[in-house]
C-alpha cells in the first residue's frame, strides 16, 4: 500500500517523522533556510554542500558558519549535513568531524553538475568512476557512524543511466542507507522533465529508500510524482524558495496562496536570521540572491513587481529594504490570476 507523504519512515536508526524533504542548495542551505522549512513542515533537512577539503582542513568560516546547526532546527526532524569531495582519508575525517559538529545524518553529492566542481574529480565526476565513490561513501559511513545518503543524477550525459548502477553498488558496498535521484543527466542541469520512470525502476530495484528530487514544484505534480515512482519522499529545491508554504501544502489540505503580508512577514523573517547569521553587511548582501523568491509572490501587477525588485537590488541597508517593504503592502493586486502554492 502506498505510503502518504505525512507518514514516518526510517532512515537507518533515523525516524524521520514525515516524507516531504528540504533539498541541499548550494549556497543558500544554511540554518534559518532549513529552520523556515522545518517551521512549515519538512520532516527533514539537508544543509548546502560544503567541501570536505575545507572541514579536514579547518577552514574557519566553513566549520563554524557552515555546519552551524540551529537548536530550533532539531524539533522537526534530522538535520543532514552534505559532503563533497573525491577523496576517501578526507571524507573520512571531515564525516567524523561533521558527526562532532551535530549532524543527524549526512548527504554525499554525487550529482552536482557544476565545472569547478567536477574538475576536482567530485560531484557527478564520480558517476564515471564508480569505484572511488563506493569508496568515498564507504569512508563517510565509517567516519562518521551515521546514517549517510548519497545524492545522484540518473548520468552523466543524456541517455545513461549509471547513476542507476552506482546507487546499487553504494547500498550493497558501502552501507548507504538511502538514496536521493535526480533523475536528470548532469549535462542538462535543471533543464528538461525529469525521467521519473527511472525513478520509478530505482525504486523497485534498490534494497534502500529512494528520496525524489528533481523539478518538483507545485503541490499536484509532485504527489502524482511521488505516486508513480514509488518513492520513500520527495525532496524539494527550487519549488521550495520563497515558497515554504509548499510544504505546508503537501502535508495537509490545499489552502489558498498566502496573502501579501504573510508574504512580507516572512522575508522580513529571513532578513532577522539573516542578521543573526551574518551580521547586518553580510546579510544586506546575501539577502539580493532571496529577494526574487518572494517578490513573484507578492501578487504585483508586473510593473510594480518589476520597480520593486529594482530598488530591491539597490537598496545599501537592511532599513531602505525594510521601508520599501512597507511600501508595496498598499500597493494594488496583481492584474493576473493569484500563484499557486
Request: aromatic residues 4%; glycine residues 10%.
Amino acid at each position: 500500500m502506498q505510503p502518504q507523504l505525512t507518514d514516518s519512515w526510517k532512515l537507518g536508526p533515523l525516524e524521520v517523522p514525515n516524507r516531504v524533504m528540504l533539498a541541499p542548495l548550494a549556497g543558500i542551505g544554511n540554518w534559518f533556510v532549513r529552520l523556515q522549512a522545518k517551521r512549515y513542515g519538512a520532516g527533514m533537512a539537508v544543509s548546502e554542500m560544503v567541501s570536505s577539503h575545507a572541514i579536514h582542513h579547518r577552514n574557519a568560516r566553513t566549520c563554524e558558519e557552515m555546519l552551524r546547526i540551529h537548536p530550533q532546527e532539531r524539533p522537526g526532524g534530522p538535520v543532514s549535513t552534505q559532503l563533497f569531495g573525491a577523496d576517501p582519508e578526507v571524507m573520512r575525517s571531515a564525516a567524523a568531524y561533521a558527526a562532532g559538529s551535530g549532524a543527524d545524518a549526512l548527504d554525499l553529492n554525487m550529482g552536482c553538475p557544476v565545472p569547478k566542481v567536477c574538475k576536482t574529480g567530485a560531484g557527478a565526476a564520480l558517476l564515471d568512476q564508480p569505484d572511488l565513490a563506493v569508496a568515498v561513501a564507504k569512508a563517510a559511513c565509517e567516519g562518521s557512524g551515521l546514517p549517510v545518503t548519497v545524492k545522484l543524477r540518473s548520468g552523466r550525459r543524456p541517455g545513461e543511466t549509471s547513476g542507476l548502477q552506482l546507487a546499487k553498488r553504494l547500498v550493497a558496498e558501502a552501507g548507504v542507507a538511502a538514496i536521493a535521484l535526480h533523475p536528470r543527466s548532469a549535462a542538462v542541469h535543471h533543464k528538461g522533465k525529469p525521467d521519473y520512470e527511472l525513478a520509478a525502476q530505482l525504486a523497485g530495484e534498490l534494497d534502500a529508500p529512494v528520496i525524489l528530487s528533481g523539478g518538483l514544484r507545485e503541490r499536484e505534480q509532485i504527489l502524482a510524482a511521488f505516486e508513480q515512482t514509488g518513492a520513500s519522499a520527495v525532496m524539494l529545491a527550487r519549488g521550495a524558495l520563497g515558497n515554504p508554504w509548499l510544504f505546508r501544502g503537501l502535508l495537509g489540505p490545499q489552502a489558498p496562496p498566502p496573502e501579501r503580508a504573510e508574504v512580507v512577514g516572512e522575508l522580513r523573517w529571513t532578513i532577522a536570521a539573516a542578521v543573526e547569521h551574518l551580521g547586518g553587511e553580510r546579510a544586506t548582501r546575501w539577502m539580493r540572491k532571496a529577494y526574487p523568491w518572494y517578490v513573484e509572490r507578492l501578487g504585483l501587477a508586473r510593473p510594480d513587481a518589476k520597480a520593486l525588485q529594482e530598488d530591491l537590488q539597490r537598496a545599501q541597508t537592511l532599513d531602505a529594504v525594510d521601508l520599501l517593504l512597507q511600501q508595496c503592502l498598499s500597493w494594488g493586486p496583481a492584474e493576473v490570476g493569484a500563484l499557486t502554492v
